[in-house]
């Protein structure tokens, strides 16, 4: 009979790890699985009473989160740096526009007149209407448009530079005219413009256009007045300075010897000028007196005054 010899070394020589491993992993072993219950659960199976849950109160504090180191590493802020740009220059930008808006520093106090020698330069301020104004605010064009309401000006040219300056530069019309109508005078330069009187004309003349009406400042006066007072003074350098118009004798001069001269229309102004010289060198060795001298109904005539008894 043969008796099978149990190595009881090579058993003894394995871990218990092992044969416990053995065990479980097995064919028979089974798993137990256990279900898991609140610890009320439990208590209340062992008999022991469950203290009831108590319930906690909550809060939520709304703070701001203040980060101290933004930037923990190079690469994040190689990362930040556009955003971090964009918001400098969006700081900057808003400083520059309530600087821009609302500093004294960027605000019209006296606008500069140039050129002005009749209009006084306060008339030329109120007319801007531009003291006190943001420099930013400002439209040239519209400047000079008002200014140029001011008929004393041909031409008005405006220049803003910054922080806060503005000037007006302008030339003024020359009067050379007093002209009356209707009872009112006006200033009129040589184009025949209607302008505030400020006074006398220097070197200019006087003309009284008895027939005519009344004109706005800044509008022409009479064209056939005008043009025959114009064309008289060109060929007549040393003529008088009072001059009449009206519709029956045109324009009307009484020169150094009293007489009425008739010049009539602008036409032909400097062959009427030649005639008078004539008639009067032939008059004056006649020594004649006359009432009156006609030129400007074709051939010149003149009507003598009757000799007193």
Do not use: C
């Amino acid at each position: 009979m043969n008796i099978r010899r149990r190595d009881t070394k090579a058993e003894s020589s394995t871990p218990r790890r092992a044969r416990r491993a053995r065990k479980v992993v097995g064919a028979a072993s089974r798993v137990r699985v256990l279900s898991v219950e609140p610890r009320a659960q439990e208590k209340s199976k062992r008999g022991v009473t469950a203290r009831p849950s108590q319930k906690r109160a909550t809060f939520d504090i709304a703070a701001p989160r203040l980060v101290i180191h933004p930037w923990q590493t190079q690469r994040d802020w190689k990362a930040s740096r556009p955003k971090f740009a964009a918001g400098v220059l969006i700081v900057l930008l808003i400083a520059a526009l309530y600087a821009m808006f609302n500093l004294d520093f960027f605000f019209i106090t006296e606008p500069i007149v140039i050129g002005n020698k009749i209009v006084p330069r306060e008339e030329i301020v109120q007319v801007s209407g531009m003291r006190g104004w943001n420099i930013f605010f400002v439209e040239p064009r519209v400047v000079e448009n008002a200014v140029r309401t001011l008929p004393e000006f041909q031409d008005v040219q405006v220049y803003v530079t910054l922080p806060n300056t503005l000037e007006i530069y302008m030339t003024e019309r020359t009067p050379r005219f007093v002209w009356e109508v209707a009872g009112k005078n006006y200033w009129v330069d040589q184009d025949g413009i209607a302008m505030r009187p400020r006074g006398m004309v220097n070197n200019g003349w006087h003309v009284r256009d008895s027939e005519g009406k009344p004109v706005q400042y800044g509008e022409r006066i009479n064209p056939d007045a005008f043009n025959a007072a114009v064309s008289l003074i060109n060929v007549w350098k040393e003529s008088p300075r009072y001059f009449e118009w009206t519709k029956a004798h045109g324009l009307t001069v009484r020169d150094e010897h009293g007489w009425l001269i008739y010049f009539g229309s602008a036409s032909q102004m400097q062959d009427k000028f030649t005639a008078l010289n004539i008639v009067t060198t032939q008059l004056l060795r006649d020594k004649r007196t006359v009432a009156f001298i006609d030129l400007g109904s074709g051939l010149p005539y003149y009507q003598e005054v009757a000799a007193k008894k």
